[in-house]
């Protein structure tokens, strides 16, 4: 069965610090990954979506970027973080399943 | 591109009663209409689908109908219980977009014991 794995489940950042979050998927190959952003009692904004490995779409400008450098592994990454970006960040397999979320709150 | 609206809200009924949530769609290409249920601090699960080629699906208590010339579906919670309290979003995604999922703005429902 497919499954999702994404972490941390909360993170507490400095402005200006970089930013790492990972999300593996298992039982599944060549899938479709995504990053989303839900602000507090908000919808969900899709920042990220990649079809392969090295592919990589983004949906609105910002301070984040993503990468894809194997077919079960999509990152979301930062340089240097802004209070903005402060949410919840979700990774999502295949339009269908979704991890469990990271808090990230940038101070 | 995509454009879904959901409403209501914010939705409160009784324990026993029925739910029901609304969405609408722009593109006529959208061909995947998943429904998601949100709990505090996680991620959104999928509790039921339906495609273009249907006009119902049912799940025990839970259904969706869909109307594509409308372009509108709904999701009906009958016999609700205090354990169905979440947040609720639609969403529809279409291949011609690149499978890309468009969210509703979701709906908080209240299940009052």
Redesign the interface.
Known sequence: SQTIHQWPATLVQPVGSPLSLECTVEGTSNPNLYWYRQAAGRGLQLLFYSVGIGQISSEVPQNLSASRPQDRQFILSSKKLLLSDSGFYLCALNEAFFGQGTRLTVV | GENVEQHPSTLSVQEGDSAVIKCTYSDSASN?F?W?KQEL??????II?IRSNVGEKKDQRIAVTLNKTAKHFSLHITETQPEDSAVY?C?A?SKAA?????????TRVLVKP
């Open positions: 995947y998943p998601y601090g996680k991620g959104p699960q999928l689908d979003f969403a995604i690149g499978n890309k999922l468009t969210f509703g703005g979701g």
